[in-house]
């Protein structure tokens, strides 16, 4: 069984700080990983792709991968209240092209005034 | 441009009863996948089309779930004989030929 394992949360931080949201998964030849958000009573929004290992950043969000740890995560720097929602961890663990994602169940952020 | 759309947005259906889910995916995606997302877990596979070719059913609960992309754009999942573990909201996503996915805003089921 493939599984992807993150802290359900809350994840609480103050405005303006760095969140941190962490994923693990269960095969080490997994190839794409995706981190995905979703407000309450909202579809899943793509916010990161990785695929190599190291950092990829895009604005205030930086994807980290460790293959080798066979662990991911996502850095949401100057947090907003805006960023409050469910981060949702994906692993792709079939190589080629589109194929299933397996989700995580989630990490809530909640950011506090 | 526009997105991938889901209808009906919320469908209440009587245990026993037949439902029918539309996905319209967006435009030239060749691929499209149906999720499961019960309340407080991640989204759960359970089907995926290759244009008309259904490549994997894997995820489907049970033989009365069935899902069809006769023409290789809309697809329909459509669930018989309705049950109370059925109630969930249903994704679809669609992909280009990369494996990106894209979520429409989903169904939410509740059968009574």
């Known amino acids: 069984q493939k599984e992807v394992e993150q802290n359900s949360g809350p994840l609480s931080v103050p405005e303006g700080a760095i969140a941190s949201l962490n994923c693990t998964y269960s095969d080490r030849g997994s190839q794409s990983f995706f981190w995905y958000r979703q407000y309450s009573g909202k579809s899943p929004e793509l916010i990161m792709s990785i695929y190599s290992n190291g950092d990829k950043e895009d604005g205030r969000f930086t994807a980290q991968l460790n293959k080798a740890s066979q662990y991911v995560s996502l850095l949401i720097r100057d947090s907003q209240p805006s960023d409050s929602a469910t981060y949702l961890c994906?692993?792709?663990?079939?190589?080629?092209?589109?194929?299933?994602?397996?989700f995580g169940t989630g990490t809530r952020l909640q950011v506090t005034l | 441009g526009a997105g991938v759309s889901q209808s009906p947005r919320y469908k209440v259906a009587k245990r026993g009863q037949d439902v029918a889910l539309r996905c319209d995916p967006i435009s030239g995606h060749v691929s499209l996948f149906w999720y499961q997302q019960a309340l407080g877990q991640g989204p759960e596979f359970l089907t995926y089309f290759q244009n008309e070719a259904q490549l994997d059913k894997s995820g489907l609960p049970s033989d009365r779930f069935f899902a069809e992309r006769p023409e290789g754009s809309v697809s329909t999942l459509k669930i018989q004989r309705t049950q109370q573990e059925d109630s969930a909201v249903y994704l679809c996503?669609?992909?280009?030929?990369?494996?990106?996915?894209?979520f429409g805003p989903g169904t939410r089921l509740t059968v009574l």
């Open positions: 994906a692993v792709n663990f079939e190589v080629g092209t589109a194929s299933k994602l397996t």
């Open positions: 996503a669609s992909s280009p030929q990369t494996d990106t996915q894209y």
